[in-house]
């Protein structure tokens, strides 16, 4: 463990590990296989990387993002560590001669492709290397429970069982369901693996949900980049359409961003992904297709135009933002569309995956599920990040007293009654109707439809009473407590030709006595910086200019190294510079995440611009 610790400093410049990565990497240390479920940012790469460095031999690294393992491996190279990558975007020729170099012992770790680990010349070669540990990133790939299966994960377990000497293998996801965990632990052939499941808080996260009607989208996130004018942020939209429209009205604004989703060529896209991570274009508008695996630090916000799938893509998509650990937003603007877009593309997508009636049938639940989830969140008047840890599996945590529900951003309306109408109409009519009808029927509504159906008769019919006084709800706001009711398991709508609400398999508990449904109201939030929270108190206006100074700094060198800017420093370390000020080596390498290449490579540059700074500022 020392000479992990060693490493950490030495090469990566860090004082210390974080709790989980300390387990991880001593377990790996004693030939421990080890399965790793953190949140996006908790620093995985660190757990293999460090062992890489440590253990004789190879390390190989599987990671699905062969966009990615450049950077990754550039970043390797500028802390001094000896990496190298195998994908298909080496030539024949090259992918020779990496592994001709690798077999001399030219590196520490190599990244490749699960598509390699079935190659024969890839095959042979491991055969006669020495392979101590086998890291797979993205673990939860493997299952077809997750949201990225990748059927050329299979493979994997067969490659490191066909090994000469079985490796000690490490597994690392931030997919936290128990279900993608044993698959990880049964596909792969983890051997009585130590299992760490860090805590998925992420506390300089600020979180953030806005209901509102389509067409107030665009001008709010408009509004919302141009206010943060220096800032690094990624939107995300659910669809391409949305992609360009927002796109469109953010260069229109003058706000420097780029696009990204699966519409446009190879060529663009990896043009636009590289404009992101240099900082040429600091704001990316894309679809989930974008993201897995950027590790982009600086990221400041992630805006959701769109509700996503699920909480687990919610959190994996927002959890891009902030990995530096410093402040950062995650703020979701949502409308009922988007709720009815979602359930279209449950029913859409189980159509054509292959996949038998009774196994649609499975994945459609499973997904209409981990869909409510999500509106849950939009509804919810709990603390957001206690929402989010509570479905990850983590009781107990308190209100952060940050995010906007926290930040009390709405007052709360007692739906119970409705609730209750709402639920009886839906028992009485079996589930054959949709929302408009069983709204009519509950508010005693004689309309056409109802009319046509010969509800009026039914014995639900009106049964919602209004105490006397009392204004009469809504037809819009029983339509709610109808989508509330679903995220709380107790109704299920399905959307499709014949859009339904049936009972769901928690309709029980809305039928006890302390029942009890508040639903959210909006009120007029202020989502100005003043709301931002974590700010460490050393972003005075003096550290700011001085920041802003090495940013430019770190920018022009990484431009000219053809590098990405936080691959020279991060936004924290460039925070740190600022607040310790150092102009000397030795205080150099005191800065969070200077090692002594860094220091050599980067130092005087560095302590130049700040001597200059000190010298105009006293
Ligand atoms: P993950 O893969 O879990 O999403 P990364 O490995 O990309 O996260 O790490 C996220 C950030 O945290 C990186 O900028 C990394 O340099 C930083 N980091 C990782 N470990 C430490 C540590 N022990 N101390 C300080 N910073 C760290």
């Known amino acids: 463990m020392d000479s992990a610790r060693e490493v950490l400093r030495g090469r990566f410049g860090y004082g210390e590990f974080r709790p989980g990565q300390a387990m991880l990497v001593e377990a790996i240390l004693q030939g421990r296989d080890v399965l790793g479920v953190m949140p996006t940012g908790a620093g995985k790469s660190l757990c293999y990387q460090v062992p890489g460095v440590v253990l004789p031999g190879l390390t190989l690294v599987v990671s699905p993002l062969v966009s990615l393992m450049g ?303 999500m509106v849950g969140y939009g509804y919810t008047t709990d603390c957001l990040r206690t929402y989010i840890l509570r479905y990850f599996g983590e009781e107990g945590t308190p209100a952060c007293e940050n995010c906007s529900n926290c930040a009390g951003g709405f007052e709360a309306l007692d739906v119970t009654r409705g609730a209750r109408a709402i639920m009886r109409t839906v028992h009485n009519l079996r589930g054959r109707f949709g929302k408009s009808v069983v709204v009519d029927v509950a508010l005693g509504k004689n309309s056409q439809r109802v009319q046509e159906l010969g509800l009026s008769k039914a014995p639900c019919f009106g049964c919602l009473e209004v105490p006397e006084g009392a204004p009469a709800p809504s037809a819009a706001l029983l339509r709610e407590v109808i989508e509330l009711l679903a995220t709380k398991d107790c109704l299920i709508v399905s959307e499709g030709t014949y859009p339904t609400v049936g009972l769901g398999p928690r309709c029980r508990d809305a039928a006890t006595d302390d029942f009890t449904l508040t639903m959210k109201k909006a009120k007029k939030v202020s989502l100005g910086r003043t709301l931002v929270g974590g700010a460490k108190g050393v972003h005075s206006p003096e550290n700011e200019a001085l920041f802003q100074e090495l940013r430019a700094l770190r920018k022009r060198l990484a431009d000219e190294q053809g590098k990405p800017p936080y691959v020279v420093f991060s936004d924290a370390a460039l925070r740190d510079m600022c607040a310790k000020r150092p102009t000397t080596d030795e205080r150099f390498l005191e800065v969070s995440g200077v090692g002594a290449t860094k220091l050599a490579r980067y130092g005087e540059d560095f302590m130049n611009a700040i001597r200059a700074f000190g010298a105009t500022s006293a």
């Open 71 to 373: 950077d990754q491996v550039r970043a390797l190279l500028d802390a001094g560590v000896r990496g190298a990558y195998l994908n298909s975007t080496l030539t024949p020729g090259q992918q020779a001669t990496v592994l001709q170099r690798a077999l001399n012992g030219t590196y520490d770790i190599m990244y490749v492709a699960p598509e390699r680990l079935s190659d024969p010349r890839f095959i042979s070669f491991a055969q006669q290397a020495a392979i101590p540990l086998v890291a797979v990133d993205e673990a939860h790939c493997v299952s077809q429970w997750g949201q990225d299966f990748r059927p050329s994960y299979l493979a994997i377990g067969q490659f490191i069982a066909s090994l000469p000497k079985r490796p000690t293998v490490a597994a690392l996801t931030a997919t936290a369901t128990q279900q993608v965990r044993s698959d990880i632990v049964r596909l792969l052939g983890l051997c009585n693996p130590h299992v760490l499941v860090t805590g998925f808080d992420r506390p300089n996260l600020r979180f953030a949900v806005e209901r509102m009607e389509p067409k107030r989208k665009l001008a709010r996130v408009v509004a919302y980049a141009k206010n943060r004018p220096q800032e690094s942020g990624i939107v995300y939209c659910s669809t391409r359409d949305a992609v360009e429209k927002v796109h469109e009205a953010l260069c229109e604004a003058g706000v420097p961003a780029t696009r990204y989703h699966a519409g446009l060529s190879n060529e663009e896209r990896a043009a636009n992904q590289q404009a992101f991570i240099s900082d040429d274009a600091p704001v990316m508008v894309a679809t989930n297709a974008f993201g897995m695996g950027i590790d982009k630090s600086n990221v400041r916000y992630v805006l959701h135009h769109n509700m996503p799938a699920s909480i687990e893509a919610y959190y994996q998509e927002a959890g891009r933002a902030g990995r530096d650990g410093e402040p950062a937003e995650c703020q979701l603007f949502w409308s009922d569309a988007d709720i009815s877009t979602g359930r279209f593309f449950i029913e859409k997508e189980t159509e054509n995956e292959g996949l038998t009636p009774d196994e649609a049938q499975r994945v459609r639940a499973v997904r209409r599920r981990m869909l409510e989830a």
